[in-house]
């Protein structure tokens, strides 16, 4: 699809950050998701997250793989440096230019099927090595670039538009990621921004791996009796399924409750999904209870929401390697290339 940049009209009065610019400076390209599409309030989120940082543009990284939620990288950050990837293949790209320049600010977007299918092993690995990145996991479900197909993130009983049922346990990334070591866990709603850009905020300042897994309903492929989110475990559907080519217009779908506090989300299609945030005094430095907690709240039918966990002591990828804070393409080519003797002396250690 063909996205078109937005106007940029000069605000004079619009609020500025310690850089001096505006909200619309951190703006990207017109989105051509479905109306509606909670993809697009996360793009917001990301975008005023990076504002409130007074992050200058040309110092971040975004990084995307293929889909729907990987598309969102052209709507946020006109002025940034970018990367599309191929299916599955970000976390490496990420890596990649993490360790050629760790002085920039790195955002990768996925989704549920980039991330835990094709891309589940890069996925891991990016958390095993504790690259300095933020992760934001666009969870909805279902291959919705591809028409709606189950993911690996669907719920066991999911039904699909054409009457298919899901048989296969899903992979939840916040306990794959507690399990595997990441050293930033939380989860979010794409309709709670004023949860999501402070998760967000608090992702981009970590040293490290963070991962926000972002519930963000489809509009267009779990309109239909049976169908259920990723995660939710408390979905009743009754309505009719809509054409997979006709998008109906609909309302962003929003929440706002307190800490502690659990709330029922109406979605598009007529079912609900339950959230719950983080009680004030919970705790998200414990790895075993976070993960108890996303475990016990999942079996009671919650999907628990807020920062799970953070781990401050450990060193990122950078610090491990002991890479310099220089950028590569700034090092003269002697520096780089050491010469063919040198290399010999090198390739002699392994004979």
């Known amino acids: 699809m063909t996205s078109?940049?937005?106007?940029?009209?000069?605000?004079?009065?619009?609020?500025?950050?310690?850089?001096?610019?505006?909200?619309?400076?951190?703006?990207?390209?017109?989105?051509?998701?479905?109306?509606?599409?909670?993809?697009?309030?996360?793009?917001?989120?990301?975008?005023?997250?990076?504002?409130?940082?007074?992050?200058?543009?040309?110092?971040?990284?975004?990084?995307?793989?293929?889909?729907?939620?990987?598309?969102?990288?052209?709507?946020?950050?006109?002025?940034?440096?970018?990367?599309?990837?191929?299916?599955?293949?970000?976390?490496?790209?990420?890596?990649?230019?993490?360790?050629?320049?760790?002085?920039?600010?790195?955002?990768?977007?996925?989704?549920?099927?980039?991330?835990?299918?094709?891309?589940?092993?890069?996925?891991?690995h990016a958390m095993r090595r504790n690259v300095n990145m933020l992760y934001v996991l666009e969870n909805n479900g279902v291959y919705g670039l591809t028409k709606g197909q189950f993911s690996a993130s669907a719920d066991i009983g999911s039904v699909s538009k054409k009457g298919e049922v899901n048989e296969l346990p899903p992979i939840d990334p916040v306990t794959l990621a507690l399990s595997l070591g990441a050293t930033f866990v939380a989860r979010g709603f794409s309709g709670d921004r004023e949860q999501l850009v402070p998760l967000i905020e608090a992702g981009l300042k970590h040293n490290g791996f963070g991962l926000i897994d972002v519930i963000s309903p489809c509009v267009s492929f779990n309109d239909h009796p049976g169908s259920t989110k990723s995660y939710a475990h408390t979905f009743k559907y009754y309505h009719p399924a809509v054409h997979a080519d006709y998008v109906p217009m609909a309302e962003e779908i929003k929440a706002s409750y307190d800490a502690g506090?659990?709330?029922?989300?109406?979605?598009?299609?007529?079912?609900?999904?339950?959230?719950?945030?983080?009680?004030?005094?919970?705790?998200?430095?414990?790895?075993?209870?976070?993960?108890?907690?996303?475990?016990e709240r999942a079996a009671r039918g919650e999907i628990i929401t807020g920062l799970l966990y953070v781990d401050e002591s450990r060193k990122d990828l950078a610090a491990l390697k002991k890479l310099p804070k220089r950028p590569l393409n700034t090092y003269p080519y002697a520096d780089l290339c050491p010469g063919a003797a040198t290399l010999a002396r090198v390739m002699d250690r392994y004979r």
């Open 261 to 295: 506090e659990a709330v029922s989300v109406k979605l598009h299609d007529g079912g609900a999904i339950v959230l719950r945030k983080l009680d004030a005094d919970y705790d998200p430095c414990d790895r075993a209870a976070a993960y108890a907690q996303v475990s």
């Open 4 to 124: 078109f940049a937005k106007p940029i009209i000069d605000l004079k009065n619009a609020p500025r950050n310690a850089l001096g610019l505006t909200r619309q400076d951190y703006e990207g390209a017109m989105s051509t998701l479905c109306a509606g599409c909670g993809h697009d309030s996360i793009t917001a989120s990301m975008a005023r997250a990076f504002f409130n940082l007074s992050i200058e543009p040309y110092r971040a990284v975004k990084v995307s793989g293929i889909g729907c939620s990987s598309k969102t990288t052209a709507y946020f950050l006109r002025e940034s440096h970018g990367n599309n990837t191929v299916h599955g293949r970000m976390p490496s790209v990420a890596t990649g230019a993490a360790v050629a320049n760790t002085g920039l600010t790195y955002i990768g977007v996925s989704g549920d099927g980039d991330s835990l299918s094709i891309g589940l092993g890069q996925f891991a």
